[in-house]
């Protein structure tokens, strides 16, 4: 096979090559993650497919090897994760030799030395995440300041708890890779993919904060909890994300997410889908067929994916939203 240039840019943010040799795997691969040497231990002849997506803080790559490969990185620079999905990989992190496979993931610190071996014919999922944006995630769902950086246990199991399900969502990630119009590459989707991959690596991985992170959470107040709801009646167009409403109301995320399970008896991002559909059905039962459409309506309120938005409706209101503009007022 050889490099596939209408494929390399075929989303935003992303790039995709079935087959390239060792140093022009080195050049793309340094375009995303630190700067990395890859090598060819044994000497054979060596063929590398890359597939590479970067949504703000977060990258993910799949990468193939045909033979034995090394990848080495003086320092990590951010939290990095390998997922082996074929073969293994070998590691070395704080002087410990690791050996991963499909149901055992790597992680490495800011300031690790990355090591990895590839066998021949191994296959894995590499994620990076900038620093900041892994301790600000878990700063928010704490509520308070943390220390980085955060420590990472060196491999984790994939085969069951979260961090099976963190797993499989990093495969759904790059599953989106070759579709250009994939909703993960609409803004508001993209920061709330973004912060799902976060926050449940924290609940994935043992660190010195997991036992605080997986506790029981208080209740927010409910004036505090009563801030967010007036934020969502506000603005329910804006793109609001949990993290936004925490803010508001001056909490941490699992204290508005217990807050608003005790006091409005729903998720804050339901609520938020709740009062976003009661404004797109006032402006379909208002609005004119001949001059407005329900996509603009959905989209003026917030709703990117309109298949998902058109079952909520109908969920909500036993109706289509295309039955709901044509009722004579």
Known sequence: MVDDPSRATSAPGAVYFDSVDATRAQDVLNRFYPPMSVGTPDGADLKIGLEVIQLGPLTVGHLT????????????????????????????RDDQEITATPATALAFRPGDRLHLRQEPHSAELDVRIEPWALEDELAALLGHPVEGPIDLAPAFDLTGGPAHSWSRLIRLLHDELDHET???????????????????????????????????????????????????????????????????????VRSLQEGFRRHVGCAPMTYLQQVRLGRVREALLQGDPARITVAAVAHRWGFAHLGRFASAYRERFGESPSETLRQIT
């Open 65 to 92: 090897f045909t033979g034995s490969a090394t990848l080495v990185s003086p320092q990590a620079g951010g939290y990095h994760v390998t997922l082996p999905t074929a073969g293994r990989v070998r590691a070395q």
């Open 182 to 252: 994939s909703l993960f590459h609409q803004p508001l989707i993209a920061e709330q993919l973004c912060s799902s991959v976060l926050s449940g690596l924290l609940l994935s991985v043992p660190h010195r904060y997991h036992a605080e992170l997986v506790a029981p959470a208080a209740s927010g107040p409910p004036r505090a909890i009563q801030r967010a709801v007036e934020a969502i009646h506000e603005e329910p167009e804006r793109a609001m994300t949990v993290r936004d409403l925490a803010a508001v109301a001056g909490m941490s």
